[in-house]
């Protein structure tokens, strides 16, 4: 399974740290930037290197990571193929991927530590999406059907 994965500067570290993680437990990796904390970087350009690279290969997975996750999950979430989801806990991990079939999970390295990160990570990586009622609710939404 391939996992692309990027940060800005305030990401960075726990980027870094994640991509080993999921290096040491079998994942295809592809680290998309950004290469520094010290240089302050612009969370979107990073954001959309990933949708393009799932938009090409739409059986892979995304992970975006900034200060709070919130600005990464804005920024992916506005292309019709991405349902990118912030996740702090396990549970809401989990829950992404049975109930929306998020494909990029957004986290935030300001709001929660490395081996929580690694929990969401692990749960995200590892839940089915079930389909059924939730498949009719995501496609109302790729259809704009109102309900």
């Known amino acids: 399974m391939t996992i692309y994965i990027a ?22 990796v592809i680290n998309m930037g950004t290469s520094s904390a010290a240089n302050p970087v612009d969370y979107p350009d990073f954001a959309h290197a990933v949708v393009r690279a799932l938009d090409t290969d739409r ?3 995304g992970i975006l990571i900034c200060g709070t ?4 999950s804005i920024a992916a979430n506005r292309f019709p193929h991405i349902r990118a989801t912030l996740c ?12 929306n079939n998020a494909n ?7 709001i ?4 929580q990160a690694f929990l969401c990570v692990k749960q995200f990586m ?3 999406f079930d389909g059924g009622r939730h498949q009719n609710r995501l496609d109302k939404i ?4 109102q309900i």
Not at 69 to 72: E, K, L, N, Q, R
Not at 88 to 99: D, G, I, P, V
């Open 112 to 115: 929660i530590d490395a081996e």
């Open 69 to 72: 996750g919130i600005g990464m």
């Open 7 to 28: 940060s800005d500067h305030a990401g960075f570290v726990l980027k870094e740290l994640v991509v080993t993680y999921l290096s040491e437990n079998g994942y295809n």
């Open 59 to 61: 059986e892979a997975y």
């Open 142 to 145: 790729k259809n704009n059907i």
């Open 104 to 110: 990029i999970i957004c986290l935030g390295a300001r």
């Open 126 to 128: 590892t839940t089915d």
């Open 88 to 99: 702090q806990t396990e549970q809401e991990a989990m829950l992404a991927r049975q109930h």
